[in-house]
Each structure stands twice: as C-alpha cells, then as structure tokens.
C-alpha cells in the first residue's frame, strides 16, 4: 500500500472532525461568541494584549506547539507496537482528547482575562490545587528538557554511514547547528540598531540558513575528538553545552535571539512540511514496517505492554499538556475573536497530528529488519526527509543534514520556552521577582537536568543507555498526565458554568483516559525500578520522581472533587451568561 492513501486518509478524517466535533465544541461545549470582547481586544495595550488576525496567530501558535515530540513519540511508538495502533491513536487523539484540551485551554484563559491555566485552576478549583499543579509542571517541564536535550546532543556525535555509502557526521550537524544559532543573534542585533526591516533580514539570512547546513561537513567540530574522548562522554558535554545555552536564551532580550530564530525557524517548519508533502505525494514509498509487531491473540504480549505505553510514547503526536501553557499563556492574550479559537486552538492540534503522520510514515517505509530502526528517532526522521528530497535531486547527505537541523530547531524552540516557563513558575512560587530571583529561577530549571543527563545508566549487558531513552516515558507519563489535570482544571470551569447541560462531559472524559493511562504508566515505572526482584530501592531517579508526580496527581483530585462538591452545594450555574465573573 503507497503511504499517500494512509496520508490522505488521516487529512481527510481530520478535515471532517474540524468540520463536525470542532463545531460541536465551538457551539455547545465552549458556546464561542463573538459578540463577546475578548481580552486582545478589551485589554489591548500593543505589547502582550495584541488583538491577531487568525491567518497570522495560526501560523505563530502552530509553530510554537509543533516541536519535537510529535515526530519522536511516533516514531518510537510505531516501533515499538507497529504502525496501525501508533496511527489509530494519533487520530483519535488528535480528535477528542489533544484538540478538546488545546481548545478548551485556550477558551477557558480567554474568558478569565488571558490567564494562564495555573490560574483558571486557581479560581475554580483551590490555591492548594494551584500549587500542586505549579509543582507538577516544573518536574514535567524539567523532564522535557532533559528529553529533548539529550536527543539532540546525540545527533552531534558519531558518523552515520548511508546506504549509498555517503557519511554524515555528528560534527558536522554541530557545526551547522552552532552556526545557525549565531545567525539569528546577527539578524536581532541588525533589526535592532540598523534600518533593515523584516522582510530584507528574512531574504538575506533564510540563504544564510541553508548556507550553514551545506559548510559544517567541510568544517565539522568534533568535540570528541577535540576533547580525546570516547562518543558517549561527548555527548554529555555536548548536554551541558545545551542547557548551557538554555540557561543563556531564557534571559536574554527576547529581540537578541528568540524572536529572530524562532522567525527563521518558522520557515524550517513549512519547509519540512513542504518535503514531506512532496514525498507523500510523489514519492510512490510503499508501506513495508508490520502493521503490528506482536500478534494480537497473545494479550500479555500485545494489548498490556500496549495500554498503557502507547498513550505517553506517542505523547504531542495526539495529546500534550504543553500546549495548555502556550494556548493560555501567550495565544489567550492575541485572540481577536472568540470564534477564532476553533481553528487556533482545534485545528492547530489536528495540523501538529498530520505532522505525526507523516513522522510515522518515515517508519512504515522501512523494512523490519532495516538498520535504521537500531538508530536515534532524530535520524530516522531526517533519514525519511532526505529520502523526500531526493526526489528533487538533493543529494542524500544534504537531505538528512536538513532533517537533523529541522528537527535540532524544533527542539530549540522547545528548550527555551520551557525553561522560560520554569522561571516563571519559580518566581511566582516563591515572589523573588527581582534579579537574583531572576537568576536563581533560571539557573534551577537548566540546572536540575544536568544531574540526569550526567547520569550514566546501564542495560542488561553493560551497555550505556542514551538519556533521552531513559527518561523517555518519565516525560511521556508526565507531559500526558499534565493534559489530564488541565482538563480536569477545565472540567470544573465548565461544570460551575453550564452543570445542566452536561457539557462538561466532553473534557472529563478524556480527562479521566488520560490521569487513567497517565498514572498507570507511572505505576509501572515504579514497579520496574523498585519491586523487579522483590522491593529494593536503587539509584535510578525514575522511580522517585513517578512517585512524586502520581502523589501530586491524586491531591489535586482530591481538591477538584471537593471544588465540585462545593459548586454542587451552592448551585453552580447554568447558563452561558453565568460564566463565573473573574476581577480584573
């Protein structure tokens, strides 16, 4: 079967969800009007609060959403179990679990002021529920960075040898990488001091761009061999070096780097969506990988590793708790209309699980046995991309090196907004708003992960296992569990508003699958780590933090179930026009 049927299949699937549950959600669950102001426009001050024409807040929320993890979870997921259980849940979850909870968060921070979800749970919920939920997103957002930073050091290390006997090599993609982040830094400080406009910086540097991807093979900084080390010692320096950066861009003027990398990155996004449309298209790739890889008559095989591992290994290829921050921390405050939040919040969602898609096509072109699938998801994906631009006669090693920079910038993106993130959440912790606030804040959320990515773990034969791999269903469990308590935050914003008609029942369902799914897969991490044979504390961090994240998990039940006792008691309401008044 020619992957274009599964592409096609999955786009007009999603076109008819959009078209049907997306109006459902717009018109009973969340009753959109946009008679009704919403905060860009009632609070509009030209800096945060800028009502956004929705073909523009799109492109912006898009790009800020779709990171990483919807082209690496896939890819492990199918795997893992093959590609038709990876594909069925990324369009289900795309429809009614990852597009309600990216609506509803956006939807539910419109109508309290542009707040952020910690607050909508905040006031709906208790400040004890606030807190808990802070503390929980710290650790998940810690636990993105150590993924997402590991993953890529890796793509910095080694020489991978292609089937036609072309080499890529780790320094190379290093050297490109290093070269695409001073670039923007040029462009910033150019846009800053000098009269160059935006659309002359996009000409001059976008060439630039490609230009840095085609000379890193001809100067390839090979820290391995810099330091007289072996690769995976490299790649723990090159994990420092990360957070390092991660450290520096989360507190420099958002002009110097973030705003004109993330610019430039935009255009690496379309481009790599661009690729993959013309291999699906054009390409005729056949499906080779199994559909399934363990037969289903064996339930302990197939369905018990598979529930509920496939849930947070495909993580923001159907759902990610992620994009609850973004939608109600920077999208809530530029929303123009409240009807637009059906494309932005809905659609957005069912574009970021094409994206995943199309990651998972990059395996079910692969024949079981290909010596790809031993490799990292970054290079598979990349690999899958060269081979769509070979269409174009682009030689096969520029091909994979574009990938690998596509998908290193994604995480870029990732790495700075969730450190940001931590700082933010630390100083509204703690009140220390002030300078060495600042710092400190800063330095504990890029800090924290060092002690994991330095951590050297083990396999049955002695063999190092990469960080990313290690703690890859740590961030799965605790990114999805994050969705599930946003929806639960959402569900009591709905129940206290329209309680009589049930509506409320289109998050809490999904909100119920995913703390289900989310705190099994937890449970299962603790049993491995402590009770494999018989109990036994170890040194594996896993464990402790799985425990720390379900024990978070159920207190901020306990206080949402208390919430709605409450509401029950006092009547709650039920009309649109009740929805809770929030004080400016």
Known sequence: MNILFVV????????????????????????????????????????????????FLLGQHFSAIAAAGPITGPILAGIMFGWVPALIWIVLGSIFVGGVHDMGALVASVRHKARSITEVVKINVSKRAWVLFMAFIWITLVYVIVAFTDITASSFVGIITLENGEKVGGGAIATSSLLYLALPVVMGLLL????????????????????????GKYIPFDLAAALGVDGSTAIKVWDVIILVYCLIASVLPMWLLLQPRGHL??????????????????????????????PMADA??????????????????????????????????????????????????????????????C????????????????????????NFLALLGVPAAFGISFG?????????????????????????????????????????????????????????????IPAWKVFWNTFGASN?????????????????????????????????????????????????GWFKDGFKLTSDPVPYVSVVLIVLSVLMVVETIAAMLRISKSGGASQPEAVPAVAQ
């Open 265 to 294: 990155g935009g255009y690496f996004m379309y481009a790599a969506i661009l690729t993959a449309a013309i291999g699906v298209l054009f390409g005729g790739f056949k499906v080779q990988y199994p559909a399934f890889t363990k």
């Open 480 to 528: 999805q569990l994050l969705a599930g308590l946003a929806l639960i935050g959402i569900t009591v914003w709905l129940f206290s508003a329209y309680r009589k008609s049930k509506v409320w029942l289109a998050t809490f369902i999904p909100a119920v699958w995913m703390f289900v799914m989310s705190n099994w897969a937890l449970i299962n991490l603790v049993r491995a």
């Open 363 to 386: 395996v079910m072109i692969l024949t079981k046995d290909s010596a790809l699938l031993s490799k990292s998801p970054n290079f598979i994906y990349a690999s899958g991309i060269g």
């Open 192 to 215: 800053k001091y000098t009269k160059l406009n935006l659309t002359w910086a996009t000409i001059i540097f976008l060439p630039l761009v490609g230009v840095a991807i085609w000379v």
């Open 300 to 361: 302990t095989q197939f369905f018990f590793p598979m529930f509920p591992l496939l849930f947070i290994t495909v993580a923001c290829g159907a759902c990610s708790g992620f994009h609850s921050l973004v939608g109600s921390g920077t999208t809530s405050k530029q929303l123009k209309r409240e009807g637009d939040a059906k494309i932005i919040g809905y659609g957005a969602m069912l574009l970021e699980g094409i994206i995943a898609v199309v990651a998972l096509a």
């Open 8 to 55: 096609l299949g999955v786009v007009a699937i999603f076109y008819v969800a959009y078209l049907t549950y997306g109006k459902f959600l717009a018109t009973r669950v969340f009753k959109l009007d946009n008679s009704r102001k919403t905060p860009a426009v009632e609070l509009e001050d030209g800096v945060d609060y800028v009502p956004t024409e929705p073909k």
């Open 404 to 464: 690998l920079m596509a998908f290193t910038t994604f995480v870029y993106d990732t790495l700075d907004v969730c450190t940001r993130l931590g700082r933010y959440i630390i100083e509204e912790l703690t009140g220390w708003r002030t300078l060495p606030g600042k710092l400190f804040s800063t330095a504990l959320t890029a800090g924290v992960p060092i002690l994991f990515v330095m951590r050297t773990a083990l396999d049955a034969k002695g063999n190092p």
